[in-house]
DNA sequence: AGGATGATGGACT
DNA sequence: GTCCATCATCCTA
């Protein structure tokens, strides 16, 4: 029976956010349609949570974060490179998680057009923004509506899921709230 | 394979 | 001025 990935969303981050591994994000965009299956994701939990960028509280910038579960919060990280989450928790919380890479299920050729300087396509937050196109200007939208360009739909969960710590901080390292969807078949490191 | 580094903008001290 | 929820490129092996 499928998850409803909205009701999920409304949880607390770190519970939800291994269990948006296998959904998918489908971004349609110039009338180029892209479809990806979700496999890395990183839980932040606001003002719990030292390393989140709703920690000091709601800004201009993260606005989104506080928003109903299931809005889109997008950030420019490093001055080049767009960074995407899903709003999380309870409205309010700045609750949220951070989508970091994913399979292309359709679309590789628009991916690989918009990718051109690598072959790594989506394995990284910033990569993964560039390929499905999403811009700041995409930030605040919503999910779970039909008509949003960038929306999220329910996907078959993989049966292997890794957890492991946070990258690129410095701060609460020890929680272990990043989740990598794995198969049998392959091993991470 | 793996380490260093430059690009570049916004938030914070 | 300093610190980043990054990435591609340029080194050294």
């Known amino acids: 029976m499928p998850a409803d990935l909205a009701e999920l969303l409304a949880g607390p981050p770190e519970v939800a956010a291994p269990r948006l591994l296998g959904a998918h994000l489908v971004s349609e965009i110039d009338t180029k349609t892209v479809r990806l299956r979700i496999t890395d ?3 932040y939990k606001g003002s719990d ?26 950030y420019r990280s490093y001055g080049i490179h767009n960074c995407a989450n899903t709003a999380a928790g ?18 590789e050729g628009v991916v690989r057009a918009r990718r051109r300087r690598s072959d790594e396509l989506t394995n990284g937050p910033g990569k993964l ?36 710590p946070r ?18 078949a392959t091993s991470m490191g």
Not at 99 to 105: A, C, Q, T, Y
Not at 133 to 153: A, P, Q
């Open 41 to 43: 994701v990183e839980a």
């Open 49 to 74: 949570d030292p390393a989140s960028h709703a920690f000091r509280g709601r800004t201009e910038r993260n606005a989104a974060m506080f928003e109903r579960p299931g809005t889109l919060y997008v």
């Open 90 to 107: 309870p409205v309010g919380t700045g609750w949220g998680i951070l989508i970091r890479g994913g399979e292309v299920i359709e679309g």
């Open 129 to 164: 923004c560039e390929a499905l196109g999403i811009s700041i200007d995409h930030n605040g939208s919503y999910l779970f509506d039909s008509t949003s360009s960038i929306r999220m739909e329910w996907g078959e969960p993989p049966e292997i899921i890794l957890s492991t």
């Open 167 to 184: 990258v690129g901080i410095s701060k609460a390292r020890e929680r272990p709230w990043r989740f990598i969807a794995a198969s049998a």
